[in-house]
Every structure is written in C-alpha cells, then in structure tokens.
C-alpha cells in the first residue's frame, strides 16, 4: 500500500514491515511515532494496518511471544518441571524489555499466546492434571516469573547509581536496633538465585493445595476458606 513518506517520497509499507520496526524499537520504547520515524512515513499511514497504539503493541508483542519455544525434560517431576517453565518465561522476559508489561496488561491477546497457553497446559496433562487446573496452575507460576522479572528489569533500567543505593540502604538496615541482626544474617542472592528460591517455595504451596486429581473447586474452596479469617 503506497504511502507518502516524511520526506514527500511514496513509500509502500506492509505489517510485516510495521513489526520488524517495532522488533528494533522494542515493547520498552514502542510507540506509533517512534515506528513511523523508523519507517520514514507519517504515524497516519500505520493505521491502515494496526489499530492504534493497542493494536501496534499486539503485532509486536506476538511476535516476540511467538519466539519463546518452552523447552520439557521428561526426566523432571512436577515441581522441577514448573520451575524450568517458571525460569523459561523469566528469561524471555528478560531478553525483550517491556515484554513483561505486556503480558501482565493482557494475555493472552493472540494466537503466539494462546499458542503458548495451549503449551504449558498440554505439558501439564500428563502430571494427571484436568485442562481447568492446569491453566490455573501454569498461569499462577507464569504470573510469578513475569512479575519478578519486570522487578528486575526495572532495576537494570536504574542500575547508575542502584548500588550505592544499596549500600545506603543496608548500612542502614544493619544499624537497625529490629533489623540489623536479623538482616546480616541473611545471604546475599544474584536476582536468579533468589527467585529460583521463592519460586520453588511458590510451587509446593500450588501443588500442595493443587495436586493432580484435586477438582479446581476444591481448591478454590480450601483457599476461600482460609482467607475467610483474615
């Protein structure tokens, strides 16, 4: 479809051409001037193939999903299978910064999430799961992973100046007459030590409240139930 570039000269753009620039860009930094800029033409021109900013972020953000190839080990059980899907989709995360933002906003919009759901549900029928529990088993531990990488992106998008920061903040929590011996007893975690910890502590809560065969109803009940008090 021809358009008129920024500089009057005729330009013909596709969709393919609209995602491969917002690839470039990436999610972080995506928007529909910044790909008209890439692609020389006016942001008007990308209306004929996206929907707005709305659109333009699906186009783009499928794309990436479509990338993510979930990887099993028919050698590992249910909690270090959870663990590997949990750190695949920490990773990919972490590789397309604004990725995670995306997810958490909506998900799936698309076929490559949907794809992607199909997948971790799929890999967890053979555990003896039913499809309901295994969706909300695998979104519960997706979510975890994509909240804790867009944390740490966040900080990597911050790192001038992030760790005297921290060396304010622990001096601090050190000479805390509460906290400080507490606080010095605590081990010092990479980002991927510390979440393999408490995302591997996340699955045995999931899979002691939802074993496979346990009805989601049941669950959801028990859960209910303990929150009732609170």
């Known amino acids: 479809m021809p358009v008129v570039g920024l500089r009057g000269r005729a330009r013909r753009i596709e969709l393919d051409d609209i995602v491969r620039a917002g690839r470039d860009l990436g999610m972080a930094r995506l928007s529909l001037n910044a790909v008209a800029a890439e692609l020389g033409v006016s942001a008007t021109a990308l209306y004929r193939h996206v929907d707005g900013r709305w659109g ?3 186009v783009v953000g499928e794309s990436l999903l479509a990338d993510l190839e979930l990887h099993t080990d028919p050698t590992h059980d249910l909690e270090r299978h959870l663990l590997s899907f949990g750190l695949q989709i920490r990773d990919h995360v972490l590789a397309h910064p604004g990725l995670g933002t995306y997810m958490q906003t909506l998900f799936p919009r698309g076929d490559a999430g949907r794809r992607l759901m199909v997948r971790s549900v799929d890999d967890l029928l053979p555990f003896g799961y039913t499809p309901d529990v295994a969706v909300a088993l695998a979104s519960a531990v997706a979510g975890m992973s994509i909240n804790y990488a867009v944390a740490e992106q966040a900080q990597r998008d911050r790192a001038d100046g992030l760790d005297d920061q921290r060396r304010d903040v622990t001096d601090e929590l050190g000479a ?13 975690l990479e980002h991927t030590e510390y979440m393999k910890l408490i995302l591997t502590a996340s699955i045995r809560g999931l899979i002691s409240v939802a074993p ?5 109803d049941e669950v959801i009940a028990d859960l209910a139930a303990t929150g009732m008090g609170v």
């Open 56 to 58: 333009l972020e699906r």
């Open 176 to 188: 805390d007459a509460h906290l400080g011996e507490a606080h010095r007893d605590l081990p010092a």
């Open 212 to 216: 496979p065969g346990r009805p989601l």
